[in-house]
T-cell receptor, first 115, second 112 residues
Framework: GAGVSQSPRYKVAKRGQDVALRCDPISGHVSLFWYQQALGQGPEFLTYFQNEAQLDKSGLPSDRFFAERPEGSVSTLKIQRTQQEDSAVYLC?????????????FGPGTRLTVL | EDQVTQSPEALRLQEGESSSLNCSYTVSGLRGLFWYRQDPGKGPEFLFTLYSAGEEKEKERLKATLTKKESFLHITAPKPEDSATYLCAVRGRGNGNNRLAFGKGNQVVVIP
């Protein structure tokens, strides 16, 4: 596809349920990022992959959050035992290379609501 | 830690009324300052990258400028379709992983 795609676009979960959010980056993009965006806030960094390697997961808020990119393309962000504070939009972004100036292109996001 | 502060938080403009948005930043070695546009319910859309003080970039009615401490996004003769939230982000040398640090955004409404 031409851009980054994410699915599902909307997810409602009951507190305590596990959820999995998918990201399809732009074909050929080496770098993949996950961000969390609360209402009225800017995106906050969660984790970064270079190909299949997770090079930085320092932004993950707790050990309930887990991300993977096993074949260096599609990525999944998993949240276990969801809590109400996990409600947010989860954005995925990809960039072509790994250099400092590479622009990140964002997907439409997945809006997660935890009841 | 890289930090970005954007002002004003919200701005209402009459169509054709030019204005500027401010992005103040602190970063350990700037590797890029980025402007994005975000429409409700959508992901951020890339607009510009600036690398060094004095640099300017333009796209239609938008012009971004950069100094050592801040960036401005100038909107000339805005139209209603320019209504959006404009996000500023920086990438610093302190983060070897290319993560972006975002501000909260400037929410712009252009009234016909």
């Amino acid at each position: 596809g031409a851009g980054v795609s994410q699915s599902p676009r909307y997810k409602v979960a009951k507190r305590g349920q596990d959820v999995a959010l998918r990201c399809d980056p732009i074909s050929g993009h080496v770098s993949l990022f996950w961000y969390q965006q609360a209402l009225g806030q800017g995106p906050e960094f969660l984790t970064y992959f270079q190909n299949e390697a997770q090079l930085d997961k320092s932004g993950l808020p707790s050990d309930r959050f887990f991300a993977e990119r096993p074949e260096g393309s599609v990525s999944t962000l998993k949240i276990q035992r969801t809590q109400q504070e996990d409600s947010a939009v989860y954005l995925c972004a990809s960039s072509l290379g790994t250099g400092g100036g590479n622009e990140q292109f964002f997907g439409p996001g997945t809006r997660l609501t935890v009841l | 830690e890289d930090q970005v502060t954007q002002s004003p938080e919200a701005l209402r403009l009459q169509e054709g009324e030019s204005s500027s948005l401010n992005c103040s930043y602190t970063v350990s070695g700037l590797r890029g300052l980025f402007w994005y546009r975000q429409d409700p319910g959508k992901g951020p859309e890339f607009l510009f990258t600036l690398y060094s003080a004095g640099e300017e970039k333009e796209k239609e009615r938008l012009k971004a400028t950069l100094t050592k401490k801040e960036s401005f996004l100038h909107i000339t003769a805005p139209k209603p379709e320019d209504s959006a939230t404009y996000l500023c982000a920086v990438r610093g040398r302190g983060n070897g992983n290319n993560r972006l640090a975002f501000g909260k955004g400037n929410q712009v409404v252009v009234i016909p």
